[in-house]
């Protein structure tokens, strides 16, 4: 299947050139050509079908095409060595936890299976000695990290801005040591975000590296995303709950809730979804006005959708052909500030025993508010609370308890590089 930018000024490129490139060379957002209907009949039976039946046959309606049948079936059950579960919280509502992989949030799916792909494509031409660089405020960089590691052929450098992501997410990738190499830079995220986009505009590192992202942007990451919403259809089915269903999704850069978009077009009975903001309400905004305005963003305590200009509302627009009217007929916004967060939280522990993490208290609160007669919500919980220990403890007053799998990062060694913001040193270090 080919994919075109949302830009329309590249070319047409295959789903090779789309996971090498990420970006459309017009800074557009590669879309599939097609959004193919899956038959009834899948949708009849889907109860009973385990994660990894549901998720290949999702994966085989986009990549079927490029990818012989038993190698995408290798791909899509080795990402999913871990399920996502639907737990009850109270009547009607429903958690869709999307923290059991190994990073503890929702972004190891796309992680794992994008590492697996690129992985594939690169032995495919024969190729070694391919650099994916990564920019993170904390999520995505450990999700990244930990699904490409020993991935052959392929080297990861994730640059974090020091002293501003807290101690469990920086030990998450500069404990793993292998094929990834933690970079400490003395600045902020953009400060980051920008000495990676330097290096892909630069002409000698190009010249002289095979250099690639992994940022959310990429279909690689962005696609498989629709896989956990189809096995929540099929979880809440077998509990007799899935009609009228309503899917409200925690928000930043919008890939998690458009990939959920596509399975709608796909045929996945869901009525309508929510998308649910912190103070950078954007989206709601857009909503509400009919205009899109992007502006800075703002710190909140649900931090990872602390989004001013979300890089997928450009695949929104595309999906619905640019119609404020279809989109508002299929999503709604709302924004939480951190104080309405916080007492979320407080109030969804005390009077259910569920402990939500602050990104997740957005989703759970707009279905709260949000939910018609006849109508069962699931909203997706991002990420454990225990990524967020201290913001969670503070607010409920109580210790909250540490997995297993944190734990064990916990206990690594942190081994990182440290580099001042400016870009030739960056560079240097690249080319050494
Ligand atoms: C990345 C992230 C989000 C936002 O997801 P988008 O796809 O950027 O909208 C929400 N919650 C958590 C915990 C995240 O890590």
Same mark, same amino acid.
């Given at each position: 299947?080919?994919?075109?930018?949302?830009?329309?000024?590249?070319?047409?490129?295959?789903?090779?050139?789309?996971?090498?490139?990420?970006?459309?060379? %017009?800074?557009?957002?590669?879309?599939?050509?097609?959004?193919?209907?899956?038959?009834?009949?899948?949708?009849?039976?889907?109860?009973?079908?385990?994660?990894?039946?549901?998720?290949?046959?999702?994966?085989?309606?986009?990549?079927?095409?490029?990818?012989?049948?038993?190698?995408?079936?290798?791909?899509?059950?080795?990402?999913?060595?871990?399920?996502?579960?639907?737990?009850?919280?109270?009547?009607?509502?429903?958690?869709?936890?999307?923290?059991?992989?190994?990073?503890?949030?929702?972004?190891?799916?796309?992680?794992?299976?994008?590492?697996?792909?690129?992985?594939?494509?690169?032995?495919?031409?024969?190729?070694?000695d391919v650099n994916?660089?990564?920019?993170?405020?904390? &999520?995505?960089?450990?999700?990244?990290? @930990?699904?490409?590691?020993?991935?052959?052929?392929?080297?990861?450098?994730?640059?974090?801005?020091?002293?501003?992501?807290?101690?469990?997410?920086?030990?998450?990738?500069?404990?793993?040591?292998?094929?990834?190499?933690?970079?400490?830079?003395?600045?902020?995220? %953009?400060?980051?975000?920008?000495?990676?986009?330097s290096a892909f505009m630069d002409e000698e590192l190009n010249a002289k590296l095979k250099l690639t992202?992994?940022?959310?942007?990429?279909?690689?990451?962005?696609?498989?995303?629709?896989?956990?919403?189809? @096995?929540?259809?099929?979880?809440?089915?077998?509990?007799?709950?899935? %009609?009228?269903?309503?899917?409200?999704?925690?928000?930043?850069?919008?890939? =998690?809730?458009?990939?959920?978009?596509?399975?709608?077009?796909?045929?996945?009975?869901?009525?309508?979804?929510?998308?649910? @903001?912190?103070?950078?309400?954007?989206?709601?905004?857009?909503?509400?006005?009919?205009?899109?305005?992007?502006?800075?963003?703002?710190?909140?305590?649900?931090?990872?959708?602390?989004?001013? &200009?979300?890089? @997928?509302?450009?695949?929104?627009? &595309?999906?619905?052909?640019?119609?404020?009217? =279809?989109?508002?007929?299929?999503?709604?916004?709302?924004?939480?500030?951190?104080?309405?967060?916080?007492?979320?939280?407080?109030?969804?522990?005390?009077?259910?025993?569920?402990?939500?993490?602050?990104?997740?208290?957005?989703?759970?609160?707009?279905?709260?508010?949000?939910?018609?007669?006849?109508?069962?919500?699931?909203?997706?919980?991002?990420?454990?609370?225990?990524?967020?220990?201290?913001?969670?403890?503070?607010?409920?007053?109580?210790?909250?308890?540490?997995?297993?799998?944190?734990?064990?990062?916990?206990?690594?060694?942190?081994?990182?590089?440290?580099?001042?913001?400016?870009?030739?040193?960056?560079k240097?270090?690249l080319l050494?």
């Amino acid at each position: 299947m080919n994919y075109y930018s949302t830009n329309h000024q590249s070319s047409i490129a295959s789903l090779q050139e789309a996971v090498v490139k990420g970006l459309a060379p %017009d800074k557009g957002l590669y879309m599939p050509e097609k959004i193919k209907a899956l038959p009834a009949g899948f949708f009849e039976t889907i109860d009973q079908l385990s994660f990894q039946e549901i998720a290949y046959r999702v994966a085989d309606a986009f990549f079927g095409e490029d990818i012989e049948a038993d190698t995408l079936k290798q791909i899509v059950y080795d990402t999913l060595s871990f399920e996502t579960p639907v737990v009850k919280v109270e009547e009607n509502i429903y958690s869709l936890e999307l923290f059991h992989g190994p990073t503890l949030a929702f972004k190891d799916v796309g992680g794992r299976f994008m590492a697996r792909l690129l992985g594939y494509f690169i032995k495919k031409q024969g190729q070694t000695d391919v650099n994916v660089l990564v920019a993170t405020s904390g &999520d995505t960089g450990s999700a990244v990290a @930990n699904g490409f590691l020993g991935v052959e052929g392929i080297h990861v450098y994730v640059l974090y801005p020091k002293g501003l992501v807290s101690e469990i997410q920086e030990k998450q990738f500069t404990t793993l040591g292998k094929n990834i190499t933690a970079l400490e830079v003395d600045g902020t995220f %953009d400060d980051c975000q920008r000495l990676v986009k330097s290096a892909f505009m630069d002409e000698e590192l190009n010249a002289k590296l095979k250099l690639t992202s992994a940022n959310s942007i990429n279909v690689a990451r962005f696609l498989p995303q629709a896989f956990y919403y189809f @096995n929540a259809y099929a979880q809440l089915k077998k509990q007799g709950k899935a %009609d009228n269903l309503v899917v409200c999704v925690p928000s930043g850069n919008f890939g =998690n809730i458009t990939a959920g978009l596509f399975g709608k077009r796909m045929g996945l009975p869901i009525k309508r979804f929510i998308a649910a @903001n912190n103070q950078n309400d954007i989206f709601l905004q857009y909503l509400e006005t009919g205009k899109y305005s992007p502006r800075p963003s703002v710190a909140t305590i649900a931090n990872a959708m602390d989004v001013g &200009d979300p890089s @997928n509302f450009a695949r929104v627009l &595309d999906l619905y052909g640019n119609s404020h009217e =279809n989109i508002s007929a299929d999503i709604s916004g709302c924004r939480y500030l951190d104080e309405q967060i916080g007492a979320t939280m407080k109030s969804c522990y005390q009077s259910t025993g569920y402990l939500l993490d602050p990104h997740g208290a957005c989703g759970y609160q707009a279905l709260k508010e949000g939910l018609k007669e006849g109508e069962t919500g699931v909203f997706l919980e991002t990420a454990h609370p225990a990524k967020f220990v201290g913001t969670v403890e503070a607010i409920i007053g109580e210790k909250v308890a540490i997995p297993e799998k944190l734990q064990e990062f916990m206990k690594g060694e942190k081994l990182s590089f440290e580099l001042s913001k400016e870009f030739a040193d960056f560079k240097k270090f690249l080319l050494q």
